[in-house]
């Protein structure tokens, strides 16, 4: 009967998806999360402009329009009939995205209303993933990224939800203070009725230091002391049932909130399942003392045998194009494997 009752409540009514849109939570967390700014309202084209095919900068955004698709000479042969990309322009716009480089120390890392272009982190360079200095920087992530095609489009966004009313949803554009984030501090944390019952580890690669049963009491603790002191008895804040994500200081004492996200299938459980998720919170509401239990930590706990880089699906058009140039496809590979082992490398060396 239990895992019946599990099954038919495995995810709760998803009653505002408009409260986790980041114009929504921010004004209520701003003091417990990393300095940010909302442009709003954005041009009509603006959505236009990103749902274009092709990864090209607007006229004026510091950059020479790029095409992101490999071309030899039969393929250009084959393009003179397509045509020619629409221009557009955003002076407006680049003006915010300027001013706010300068207030937050020359970078930002910008993200719609729900989703951040972290598939798209791989543009920029890689010692500094989503370090824009330029508004080309920013436009150039946000086209380059599969994720925020989510934000661009109504019918996703409500999907499931309870406020479906689409014509009070509109495109914002977020750029928050860039950091140098330490991946292996990043958690993921599920509350659902009102209780906190689960931390995961954000990143897929393994970390020795989290095998120590003192660390994985601190990071527990640490995450319940934010979330009941910050979090569960915010008045403002309406929903009983939803994801959060967090960044923990380097001495694991404190943490900043980065995201919230709606308890639902379109949030990634990362280590848990949904399914294993309904069992802890059924648990907890068995025991009767649903502030006390502690939640449950997943970490990666064994060495991976192979770290590829994260997104790996969404890499090709700027690095592939310049590895392309002159090579036949045998040596294209080898340059490429090349590459991608580099920035595993690379990644290593920093989390070391």
């Not at 099954?7 to 701003?30: D, G, K, M, N, T």
């Not at 990362?270 to 998720?277: A, D, G, R, S, V």
Request: net charge negative; with cysteine.
């Amino acid at each position: 009967m239990e895992s019946s009752n599990v099954s038919q409540s495995l995810f709760p009514e998803l009653r505002s998806v408009l409260a986790f849109q980041f114009s929504s939570w921010y004004p209520i967390f701003a003091g417990h999360t990393i300095k940010s700014t909302i442009i709003r309202p954005l041009p009509d084209d603006f959505v236009q402009y990103l749902n274009d095919d092709g990864v090209y900068i607007p006229d004026g955004a510091d950059q020479v329009p790029l095409s992101s698709s490999l071309s030899d000479d039969e393929d250009s042969e084959s393009n003179e009939d397509v045509e020619p990309l629409r221009s557009y322009s955003f002076p407006e716009i680049d003006k915010r995205i300027r001013e706010c480089i300068a207030l937050y120390e020359g970078a930002v890392f910008p993200k719609l209303n729900f989703s951040s272009p972290r598939d798209a982190a791989w543009m920029l360079p890689i010692s500094s993933p989503l370090k824009c200095t330029s508004p080309a920087d920013v436009y150039m992530l946000l086209k380059s990224s599969d994720f925020v095609s989510f934000d661009l489009n109504p019918e996703l966004v409500f999907e499931g939800a309870a406020d479906g009313d689409k014509t009070v949803y509109a495109l914002e554009l977020v750029l928050r203070k860039w950091y140098s984030i330490d991946r292996s501090r990043e958690l993921r944390c599920f509350v659902r009725g009102g209780m906190l019952i689960g931390i995961s580890q954000r990143d897929s690669n393994y970390y020795p230091y989290m095998e120590a049963s003192d660390v994985q009491y601190k990071i527990t603790a640490t995450v319940t002391k934010l979330w009941r002191e910050c979090i569960a008895t915010e008045e403002r804040w309406r929903p009983k049932d939803y994801v959060f994500d967090l960044l923990l200081t380097r001495d694991l004492a404190r943490a900043h909130i980065i995201d919230f996200n709606p308890y639902a299938p379109r949030t990634d459980a990362l280590l848990f399942t949904y399914e294993e998720l309904g069992k802890i919170f059924h648990s907890k509401k068995l025991s009767g003392e649903h502030s006390q239990v502690e939640p449950v930590f997943k970490f990666v706990n064994t060495p991976s045998t192979s770290a590829a880089p994260e997104h790996q699906h969404n890499m090709m058009p700027f690095e592939a194009l310049s590895l392309s140039n002159g090579n036949d496809i045998e040596e294209f590979a080898r340059l490429w494997q090349e590459e991608l082992k580099k920035g595993v490398d690379n990644d290593s060396d920093e989390e070391s």
